[in-house]
Every structure is written in C-alpha cells, then in structure tokens.
C-alpha cells in the first residue's frame, strides 16, 4: 500500500523525458547531469544550465538539479528555476564534510 503522502521522483536527462515522467504521475524530476562529475559520466556530456533553464520553465512539476554540483555552482541552478539541488559528489569526496556543507548553506541562502 503506498503513503498518499508520499512524493514520487524520477530522472530525466531531456526535457521530454522529464514530460514523459510528469505524465506518468512524478511529483517532481531529478535533472542532469548539469555539470561534468564522475557519478553521472554513464549519462553522457552535461546538459547545462541552459537545458535546466528549459526543463524547469516547461516541465510542470518542481525540478532538482544533479550532476556536478558545487557550493560555487549551486546558486546558478536556482537562478534557472531549479527548485533545489541534489548532490552526491561534493559532500562524498569532501575533506571536510561540515565546511562543505557550511559552503552549500552560505550559497543557497540557508538550507
């Protein structure tokens, strides 16, 4: 039995595949990668922050940017209309975790 509170996520790598997952009932998208990292390389080259731009204007549920995000890119993404961000490899490959994570809160305006 599912949680109706529960919130279901996808991933999508194009805007049309971020369409396809709103119309399969997705309450919002995972987008990337948006920058080069290692853990989304199987994904082919970077979407950019203009692709972002595209999916969070057309897509019609909240989109997170992934892929290669950093405390010195973070900001960019939600000036593109991300709604939040998710990240794998800064934090896992951080000297020092609470600093980076410090760095994420001062760019994003708090978390």
Do not use: W
């Not at 853990?39 to 731009?53: F, I, R, T, V």
């Not at 960019?76 to 991300?82: D, I, N, P, T």
């Amino acid at each position: 039995q599912v949680c109706p509170e529960a919130l279901v996520g996808a991933s999508a790598h194009s805007l049309e595949r971020a369409m396809a997952a709103e119309e399969s009932g997705a309450d919002y998208v995972l987008f990337g990668p948006v920058f080069a990292t290692p853990s989304k390389a199987k994904y082919g080259e970077p979407q950019g922050l203009e692709a972002l731009s595209v999916v969070t204007r057309d897509a019609g549920v909240p989109v997170l940017a992934i892929g290669g995000i950093t405390p010195e890119n973070a900001r960019l993404c939600l000036e593109k209309g991300a709604a939040g961000v998710g990240i794998i490899s800064a934090i896992l490959s951080a000297k020092d975790i609470p600093a980076t994570v410090e760095a994420f809160r001062k760019s994003l305006g708090g978390l």
